[in-house]
Structures are given as structure tokens and as C-alpha cells.
């Protein structure tokens, strides 16, 4: 039995529209905070994003998300500005479309004129044009509710067809996609579009392609390549119930992170979406062109010495990679230190196909210079792990990376190091969140594993407070977890305080490694 849990820290290189707009044409959009929701004007020159628990956002950093307007200038984007008190309250705030002449912005929330929350639920419309939006008008949609934290969707250009994720009357599961289509100026009751589409898990930013026959969304309800990913299927009638099987969109867009939020622009050839794969904070904006992405892959060839544990793999370089270093190391079990016949993976933007290097003894592999890489370590019966290897820093030409596999066992205790909170509170920090979705996604391919979650501190402070900071941690770890689909039952946790010490609490840089939530596998 394979338990797999990763830790991803490499760097992904985004192909830019063209050769002028450089590597990463959203460099200027993307920030520490959380990227959500892209949305482009019908003139491409406008880019409308969610920003969540941003300081200049309506309710401060608690704010699950406000829209932030960025404008194309030149061929690139400017720092995103704040959208105003206009379009934005202390709720969950999101575009859903731009009208086809660019004048109306279709909002994914309902506002209160006094700025207050609002009590109802729906769309709404604001006029204007740009960067500059009027004051939102609600428009109701019967029988229209949301018991979700999170609505997400897409309106069509021509304010035809509303397409969304919520949880509401019928839901299968979480969130399930529905359709509501506007008729003669009225929207219809929501109709979820079915099995085909929706599982007993999370569906979720459904968006369709031009002609509306294709939609696009984001599950966590099938075997993908993270936490969540992003599929595709064709509409066969007019019913909205009848679909084509989902497609995986593969690993050109998903990867063992989060994808989430796509929209294809097809007219400008290229698309939009949200992945927390090798982010600035949690969720970044990124563009996938599929043939400028493919033209910058580079050809690998593998080659074993059968008389040896040792792997060896030569590479087909172009003319700029032409310095090699050597990576070697071994592979041994954390307990006993014994080798382990594992996998070692390296995986970067710039190669057309991952290699593997493996051997009871140890490992050798030569790579081009100029690469940042992604190192996963695999092996029966182990947690996986993966680390990041940047050549391009490295002065010398041998490189040694020895790794330690834990055993999957009951009482394996894997610590969260990048599952971190706003000092003396409960509140995630955005960095959290890649690592928990790959605990999400842990726990989903291994359905018979029940963990303990265990929250620590120092011990400085008064213990009583100290133990119910943790306790609130773990909650929140907890509450997460559960939000995303992982079953209650499965989990316990506590809150320690700072009784459980690994480290000395003497001086902070030691301290800080008492300060941590970890899992410890109870059952599997």
C-alpha cells in the first residue's frame, strides 16, 4: 500500500502569450495573497480578480475575498487596484462576466445599499466600463439559494445563460453545478445539470466555452492529479442534463496542486485560471497556451546500467543547456537507515516528460544547469516526499541529496511545516493552504487511513491559553479538512499547548520548531 504525501516547492514557468510579453505575462497580478476568479473584459484589456484576505480589502484580512481591477498596459499587466465600495463588501466577492459590449459587470453576490452584508442571495448587475463600475443593481433568480461559503460561475456574454457551483436544494454532494437561462429578461429556477457532471464531492467555477456547448469546471470528486482539477465535457442537448464523460484537461493545467477557476478565450487563443501549484501566496493567476508551451519543452533520453542499482540519465540538450551537473545520493528508510528501493522523480517546466532514477543503493542522475526542478521521492510503503533542486545557483558540478522516507505505519507522524497562522490566533495564513489541499488529497486516495491532529506551542505565555490556542488550530485544520470533503469521522484532534516540546524553548530559532500542527496516522 502507497501513501503519498508531498510537499511542493518547486518554481513553475508560465508561457507568455508571445515571445515580447515575457515569461510570466501575470508577474504584476499575482501576489502573497490569494488569486481567485480571473475574469477578461470582452476587449481582453481588462482583467477582473478576486483577492482574498487582503489588508485593503473591505473587511481587512478575515475578508474571504474582494475584486481587485487590473489593466493591460503595453503587454503587461498593472498591480492590481482595489475595485471600491461599490463593488465589494465584507462578503465573498466575485465577477461572473462582462457583457459582450463591455458595459455591464455581472457580479456573483447580492449588495446591501447601506454596504451591509445583504440578506438575500443572487447576481447583480453594475453599469460602466474599464475600471469604473456604478453601484451594483440585485437581480433575483427564483428559489435561488446558496448554503456554500464559496459561489462560483460564469454568465455568458450575451446575459444568456448563468452558469454556477453552490449547495442548495438537490445537491448531490457539496457544491453541485447548476444552470439558470435567461428568458424573455427573467432567469429561470436553478436545474442541476446532473450525475454526469456532479459527484458526491466538491464541483465547483463551471464556465463555458464560446458556443456554450462546452463546460469547464473544477472537482475534487475524481481521480486527478491534486486536490482538485479541471475537466471538460460536451453538452449532447438542449435538456442541460445530458453530457459527454468529463475529461481531465491533463498535465499541461493540472498538477498535484489546485486548479481552480478556468476560463478559455478561445477568439484570443489562450486561457485563465487559478492553480496554488508553485504560487507566490496560496492561489496565483497563470495563462496556458498550449502550443508556445509545448515548443519550449526539452527532449529527455533515459538510459540504465543493468549491472548496477545505479541509474544513470543522459539528457538531449539545446544549445543553452549545455552544462551538466551531477546529482547523487542515496534513499534510506528514517527509522532504521537502511537503503530503500525507491523512485526519485525529477520533474521540470523545460522538460517534455518526467525521469526516473532508482536502485537499492543509490542514485545518479546528470541535468542541464539552467533548470529549476521538482525531486519526488516515492517508494511502497512510505510517505512520499518532494523537494526543490535549483541548478542554476549551484557553482559546483556535483550535487549530493540524500533523503529519509518514513514507514507507513500507525503512529507516523507527519508535521505541517508550511500549515502556519497569524500570530496568537486561529486565523490560516494563505501559505497554509497548498499543504492542506495535499492532505485533502492524502486522505481522499487513501479513504482507509484515520489520523490524529495534533496542535503544539512553545512555552512561553500561560499554559491554559496556550493549550486552547492549539485546540482552536486544530479545529480550524479540522474544519478545513471537512469543508473539503473529508468525512469527520476519520479525524480527531487536540491541542497540546507547548507540553510536547521538540525542540529546546530556550532561544526563538529552536523555539519556533515547537510551534507546528502535525497528523499522526491512527489507522490504515
Known sequence: ?????????????????????????????????????????????????????????????????????????????????????????????????????????????????????????????????????????????????????????????????????????????VEDIYVSLNEDGRWTEPKNIGSKINTQFQELSPSLSADGKTIFFSSNGRRGSGSFDIYSATRLDDSWVNWSDPVNLGTGINSEGREIFYREYEGQGFSIFATTKNSDGYGDIKMYKPEAQQSDSIPVIAKADASSSVVTFDFQQSETDNKLVKVYGKVSNSRTGEPIDAKVIFVSPRMSNTVVASGNYGFTIQLPKSNTYTVKIEANAYVSIMEQLDTQSIDIDDVEMNFKLQPIEV????????????????????????ELDLVVSFLKSNPNVRIELAGHTDNRGVHADNIKLSQDRVNKVKEYLATNGIESKRMVGKGYGGLKPIANNDNEETRKLNRRVEFIIKKY
Open 411 to 434: 503512529g507516523t507522524t507527519v508535521n505541517l511545516k508550511s500549515v502556519l497562522f497569524e500570530r496568537g490566533s486561529s486565523v490560516l495564513l494563505p501559505a497554509s493552504y497548498p
Open 1 to 173: 500500500m502507497r501513501i503519498v504525501f508531498v510537499i511542493v516547492l518547486s518554481i513553475r514557468i508560465t508561457v507568455a502569450m508571445s515571445q515580447t510579453q515575457g515569461p510570466d505575462w501575470f508577474k504584476s497580478v499575482n501576489s502573497t495573497y490569494d488569486e481567485l476568479n480571473p475574469v477578461l473584459s470582452s476587449d481582453g484589456k481588462t482583467l477582473f480578480l478576486t483577492i482574498a484576505n487582503h489588508p485593503q480589502n473591505i473587511g481587512g484580512r478575515k475578508d474571504p475575498g474582494d475584486i481587485w481591477i487590473s489593466v493591460l498596459y503595453g503587454d503587461q499587466w498593472t498591480t492590481p487596484v482595489h475595485g471600491g465600495s461599490f463593488l465589494n463588501d465584507r462578503s465573498y466577492n466575485a465577477v461572473a462576466g462582462v457583457s459582450a459590449d463591455g458595459t455591464q459587470l455581472f457580479l456573483l453576490n447580492h449588495f446591501d445599499a447601506s454596504g451591509r452584508t445583504a440578506n438575500t442571495q443572487g447576481i447583480s448587475v453594475s453599469k460602466g466600463s474599464g475600471s469604473s463600475w456604478g453601484r451594483p443593481q440585485n437581480i433575483s433568480i427564483p428559489y435561488f439559494q446558496n448554503k456554500s461559503n464559496l459561489i462560483s460561475g460564469a454568465i455568458t456574454p450575451d446575459n444568456g445563460v448563468f452558469i454556477f457551483s453552490a449547495e442548495t436544494y438537490g445537491t448531490k454532494g
